[in-house]
């Protein structure tokens, strides 16, 4: 065999082998484009889930906003119901009380002069309602009446109430004040600090009103 003879035998076992190889290729390419096709069905399948759950989502989400706009109102409208509860509970104490002091017309020893429910003043700076007050001669009495007494409430009549109504109320500045505490319910811790600082105590029994007002402090 001649060497141009050796070496067309060796292009031709090359293009034999070429060959093979390239028909691998094209099976692998078969397999893959067909690997894809599949992948690509199951991409479409998946985005069709996701896009099924976003709406499943917005549509809880749009549920959930619709209820807790519901609690909310809900919510609104029983603070308004409890506060006009409340309202109209201490109003129903401010009268009892006022109506049995306006019967009596005596209170720390002293014989009324005038009692007023309910009065209010205002300045630029201050603004203060005062619940039953109480007048004679050069002294002032100062009422605070609540359903339910809490310490916080005295707290309020001694620090705040009495400078509040004198400097409102300019004309009674130099009287002598005495200062009382009632409601329905007096727990007995505020009627100890009550007596304590020389403050009435005055609470339902029955259908009378009960007045604790011996050995008051002038304020």
């Known amino acids: 065999m001649t060497n141009i003879e050796k070496t067309l035998a060796e292009i031709a076992e090359y293009q034999k ?11 692998n390419q078969a397999k893959i484009d067909v ?8 991409l479409a399948k998946t985005d069709a889930q996701l896009a099924k759950t976003d709406a499943q989502l917005a549509a ?4 959930f ?14 603070k308004e119901m409890l506060s006009n509860i409340g309202f109209n509970l201490v109003a129903a104490a ?8 306006r019967e009596e017309k ?6 009324l002069d005038n009692i007023r429910l309910n009065v209010n003043g205002q ?26 007494v809490h310490q916080s409430d005295l707290d309020t009549l001694i620090h705040k109430k009495v400078a509040n109504f004198k400097a409102l109320f300019s004309d009674y500045a130099d009287y002598k004040f005495y200062l009382g505490i009632g409601g329905f319910t007096v727990p ?25 007002d011996d050995n008051l402090k002038v304020y």
């Open 106 to 111: 005596k209170f720390a020893g002293m014989i």
């Open 60 to 63: 809880t989400e749009a549920r």
């Open 123 to 148: 300045t630029k700076k201050i603004q203060g309602e005062f619940d039953i007050v109480l007048y004679n001669g050069d002294s002032i009495g100062l009422i605070e009446i609540k359903h339910l």
């Open 188 to 212: 007995e811790h505020v009627e100890d600090a009550a007596h304590e600082n020389g403050i009435a105590i005055l609470r339902q029994k029955g259908d009378l009103v009960e007045i604790l």
């Open 65 to 78: 906003a619709t209820q807790n706009a519901k609690s909310e109102l809900k919510l609104k409208e029983t």
């Open 17 to 27: 082998i070429f060959q093979q190889n390239l028909i691998v290729s094209q099976q």
């Open 94 to 101: 401010e009268e009892f009380f006022y109506y049995t002091l």
């Open 35 to 42: 690997q894809l096709a599949k992948t690509d069905v199951q």
